[in-house]
């Protein structure tokens, strides 16, 4: 029985981490600077380095929670960027702010007590894990293949990632003969 409340809980949260992460990585760069300067907590000079390292830890983060990578480690991460965004949300509304949550990028909804509430539920179901320990994980496999797995699903996404914000790359000049200094426009088709 436990196994099952452990994959559930392990698959919502790194399901919606994962997704939360790739949305805001599909909003540019400048959307995600304004939504995390909107909430006042974070210093001018590092909104850019944090405005990226967000969501890059949610996708790593909730890859570790579903594969179960690094055991107690990957739940504990988990709950500490919970514990860092329901702090910052319980803060903007007690100041009284009227900002998007940024939960799916440029989908989510102004922060609300709700957001506090669901947060609150994940962190306790989260804390319930980690307290229990995980059963069904990849750490059956030794160290060095978890990092090999968790590296190519982080270069996917990073890949992914970098396509969808360099469409100028879609189009590559390649040469008509290999002596010829001609060129032509060849589209190359998306991933």
């Known amino acids: 029985m436990w196994i099952g409340i452990e994959i559930l809980v392990r698959t919502i949260v790194g399901a919606l981490f994962i997704a939360a992460g790739f949305a805001k990585?599909?909003?540019t760069a400048g959307?995600?600077?304004?939504?995390l300067a909107s909430y006042e907590l974070v210093p001018g000079m590092l909104i850019r380095p944090i405005a990226w390292a967000v969501p890059l830890t949610e996708v790593v983060v909730g890859i570790w929670l579903l594969l179960g990578a690094f055991g107690r480690v990957s739940v504990l991460a988990a709950v500490a960027v919970l514990v860092t965004v329901t702090v910052a949300v319980f803060s903007a509304l007690l100041r009284g702010l009227q900002v998007s949550c940024g939960c799916f990028g440029t989908l989510g909804d102004l922060i609300s007590?709700?957001?506090v509430v669901r947060n609150l539920l994940f962190i306790a179901a989260l804390s319930g894990l980690a307290a229990h320990g995980l059963s069904a994980t990849i750490t059956m496999f030794g160290a060095s293949t978890q990092l090999v797995v968790i590296a190519?699903?982080?270069a996917v996404v990073a890949l992914l990632s970098w396509r969808q914000h360099?469409?100028?790359h879609d189009t590559e000049r390649i040469p008509v003969a290999a002596n010829s200094p001609d060129t032509r426009r060849v589209e190359m088709p998306p991933l």
């Open 25 to 27: 990585l599909s909003a």
């Open 31 to 35: 959307w995600r600077q304004d939504w």
């Open 113 to 115: 007590w709700r957001i």
């Open 152 to 154: 190519m699903l982080f």
């Open 166 to 168: 360099h469409p100028a």
